[in-house]
């Protein structure tokens, strides 16, 4: 989909030819489980012929409810996912939500990501990009896909060009998300690869008497979809048991079922032919 390639570590890539996955449960739950995941997840990208990034959360500080789980917090989070990059030889990526975690994460850690209700935070985006990490932006549900020409002009300013943009639903009144797919090529119309994250975009925040809900029925079609527009990347938030999971399980995919989705989006993604640009 993009021409701009940007580059995590000697052998992975976001952009280009080869087709990269973000995927792994939504927040570590302990270092055996968050291992174990990523060991499936990295057979099963294999087995179909994508790059796999893991992602896990080791602080999920936008929880619903002040007594939701929210992870191992950043030591043992940290300790958790360079485990995870020692046992299976992957890049990792994970949440910061304030500045001062982005230097400790970006020593461990390949890709920082910005959540999504914190796109617009200044010094937040400052910090990812003055480490040299590669930021990954949620772009925010309340923002028009043209408006995070602001966000990209910030991580730019602070001096980095290791950008990818995620996309991952509008707000559409209460508790729902929308996807508008124009926004993809609109986000890549600023130069950098677009990653499509199926997963939240079917999450119903705060939907959930206390926490979130989500319809993870619908993620193989948005993935389809966005597969047939036109990304450099999947994000997907994935567990082996989503119904016991403690955070976002409405919304994440069994992992029984992540090959298939990826066979899908790769064989749409081969038979679509390049657009020119928008």
């Given amino acids: 989909m993009?021409?701009?390639?940007?580059?995590?570590?000697?052998r992975v890539t976001i952009g280009g030819a080869i087709f990269t996955v973000l995927a792994g449960p939504c927040v570590i739950e302990s270092r055996d489980h968050v291992v174990d995941v990523a060991g499936q997840t990295k057979a099963i990208c294999d087995s179909?012929?994508?790059?796999?990034?893991?992602?896990s959360s080791f602080d999920k500080a936008n929880r619903t409810s002040v007594?939701?789980?929210?992870?191992?917090?950043?030591?043992?989070?940290?300790?958790?996912?360079?485990?995870?990059?020692r046992v299976h030889g992957v890049p990792v990526v994970t949440d910061i939500h304030e500045s001062w975690q982005a230097k400790p994460v970006?020593?461990?850690?390949?890709?920082?990501?910005?959540?999504?209700?914190?796109?617009?935070?200044?010094?937040?985006l400052v910090a990812a990009a003055e480490t040299g990490r590669v930021v990954n932006v949620k772009k925010g549900q309340f923002l028009a896909p043209?408006?995070?020409?602001?966000?990209?002009?910030?991580?730019?300013?602070?001096?980095?060009?290791?950008?990818?943009?995620?996309?991952?639903?509008?707000?559409?009144?209460?508790?729902t998300l929308v996807v508008d797919f124009r926004s993809l090529p609109q986000l890549r119309s600023h130069g950098y690869p677009v990653?499509?994250?199926?997963?939240?975009s079917v999450q119903q925040p705060g939907g959930a008497n206390g926490r979130s809900g989500g319809q993870r029925e619908y993620v193989p079609?948005?993935?389809?979809?966005?597969?047939?527009?036109?990304i450099d990347g999947l994000f997907l938030e994935t567990h082996p048991d989503p119904d016991s999971a403690p955070s976002d399980g409405p919304n994440m995919v069994r992992l029984s079922d992540l090959a298939a989705i990826l066979e899908d989006v790769l064989t749409i993604r081969a038979a679509v032919r390049p657009l020119p640009p928008i």
């Avoid at 079609?221 to 036109?230: I, M």
């Fill in 2 to 10: 993009s021409t701009c390639v940007v580059r995590i570590d000697d």
């Fill in 48 to 55: 179909v012929g994508a790059t796999l990034v893991f992602k």
């Fill in 67 to 85: 007594s939701s789980f929210r992870g191992p917090g950043l030591d043992e989070g940290l300790a958790a996912l360079a485990e995870v990059k």
């Fill in 106 to 124: 970006a020593e461990v850690v390949d890709v920082l990501q910005i959540p999504a209700f914190l796109c617009r935070q200044t010094d937040l």
């Fill in 146 to 175: 043209h408006e995070i020409s602001h966000v990209v002009n910030k991580l730019e300013e602070a001096g980095t060009n290791n950008i990818v943009l995620t996309e991952r639903g509008s707000s559409f009144g209460y508790n």
């Fill in 195 to 200: 990653v499509f994250d199926a997963t939240h």
């Fill in 221 to 230: 079609y948005l993935a389809r979809a966005a597969a047939a527009v036109g």
